[in-house]
């Protein structure tokens, strides 16, 4: 960061939080919006920053969704006990942790997060919720690859109820995968991202293959001459092998969508409609979520969920309590213990993501192998779920960073939720 503590990437100084703010900056404002305050899905500035501060909170403005049904169930209120002293919580900056006389206040580093909405959960207790930019109590938001979490979840489900076997090959469920990269490796290996393919998530990278990926997921019609495939299912098919499977993480996005694929192929249900029946509707959602879909009208399961944080933080307390709400058990609990056991510390070890020692990768959730125990759903901008089950504290964020990889702001972000964390451990021991 330079002396003005606003981000930097490829020579580019970022606008700060308050500088941003979509409500100042006022796009899409009008009958029709001013030519400068106009943002659009066709030449792609709806997802540039400053402008995905507003379009992340508007993305129904800008593509197709489908319904995460929360059905007619009343919502159930969460309880609430607000601590004002969280914000003047202090922690040191830096991960993996280091030495420093460097102090944040938890309050400062919302805004050095361009942070859009915080909610922390303890013990099922609202004791922090603020919102910030174009979020609000009652509107959604993109959350990136959390999407990726709810997957995994509705997957370990099905392997915990036996309709899934982590041991079985791709093709086994899929097998118009049989040719692609993903045939001959396991359920395991697909959900735990150890899976070896050809496929670069280098966001600022513009050759990248994930951005070639986008494009085939890209509802909106492509232009003449384009013979790239149509839909996240029909780019599946043509990713390469590279390597070996099972040996090393590497986080890529079509491991979820083919999750996703395999999901809805054995229950006979999109994930968005999977997901409604079997969590969104039964935990007393406040909102409907909202996944985005491809040119075919399949949910991108790798990162178009929508939602609100309240709604995201409900999801994360019934992830912490294994599957039970409020005395219901709504799925098997195994489905979390696997997911909390972790995954292979070694694969992760020979994966590029260096800033993260000892941590693992299991069920498309991030293991932090930590004393707490603790694991996170992560998305890129800054989306997070995180859980400590030993703090018995679930965390959801919303955010807008101007650079997509967390690396940009876990300094900031991991230290303090570790901060939160001790806070209401020793608060209940007073």
């Known amino acids: 960061m330079t002396a003005s503590n606003q981000p930097i990437q490829n020579g580019q100084e970022f606008l700060s939080a308050d500088q941003s703010d979509p409500n100042k900056l006022g796009w899409m404002q009008g009958f029709p919006p001013p030519e400068d305050k106009v943002l659009s899905v ?19 403005q800008f593509l197709p969704t489908v319904e995460v049904s929360r059905q007619l169930k009343a919502p159930e209120p969460l309880p609430y006990a607000l601590d004002d002293n969280i914000d003047k919580l202090t922690f040191q900056p830096g991960y993996p942790p280091q030495e420093t006389d460097a102090t944040m206040t938890w309050e400062a580093s919302l805004a050095e997060n361009y942070t859009d909405g915080m909610l922390i959960l303890h013990k099922g207790t609202v004791v922090y919720e603020r919102y910030f930019g174009a979020l609000t109590a009652a509107t959604k938001h993109m959350a990136m690859s959390v999407s990726k979490s709810f997957a995994g979840t509705l997957a370990a489900i099905l392997v915990a109820e036996g309709t899934l076997n982590l041991d079985a090959k791709v093709v086994d469920y899929v097998p118009e995968l049989k040719e692609s990269a993903f045939g001959d490796a396991t359920l395991r290996q697909v959900m735990d991202m150890t899976t070896a393919i050809k496929f670069s998530e280098n966001y600022a990278d513009r050759k990248a293959e994930v951005w070639s ?32 499977h099972g040996e090393v993480f590497s986080y ?95 694969a992760f070890a020979k994966s590029s993501h260096t800033e993260l020692p000892g941590w693992s990768y ?31 504290m679930v965390l959801a964020r919303f955010a807008t960073y101007p650079i997509a990889a967390n690396a940009a702001n876990d300094p900031t972000s991991l230290p303090a939720y570790a901060a939160v964390a001790e806070y209401l451990m020793n608060k209940e021991q007073k």
Do not use: C
């Open 42 to 60: 066709k030449d792609g500035s709806f997802l540039a920053f400053p402008a995905l501060r507003y379009s992340a909170v508007h993305v129904q």
């Open 362 to 392: 299991r069920n498309l959730w991030w293991i932090l192998e930590n004393s707490h125990g603790a694991y996170a759903a992560r998305g890129v901008y800054g989306q997070t779920i995180y859980i400590d089950p030993a703090a018995e």
């Open 213 to 244: 990926y986008s494009t085939a997921g890209n509802p909106i019609a492509t232009a003449k001459g384009d013979e790239g495939p149509v839909g996240y299912f029909n780019a599946l098919k043509e990713i390469k092998k590279q390597g070996e």
């Open 252 to 346: 890529k996005t079509p491991n979820a969508d083919v999750v996703g694929w395999i999901i809805s192929r054995v229950t006979g249900k999109s994930v968005a409609a999977l997901l409604s029946e079997r969590i969104w509707s039964r935990i007393g959602m406040e909102q409907n979520g909202n996944y985005q879909v491809d040119g075919l009208g399949i949910p991108f399961a790798g990162g178009g969920l929508s939602a609100g944080l309240r709604d995201m933080a409900r999801f994360g307390e019934l992830v912490r309590n294994k599957g039970n709400w409020r005395g219901e058990q709504i799925f098997p609990a195994a489905a979390i213990a696997d997911i909390e056991g972790g995954g292979s510390q070694a």
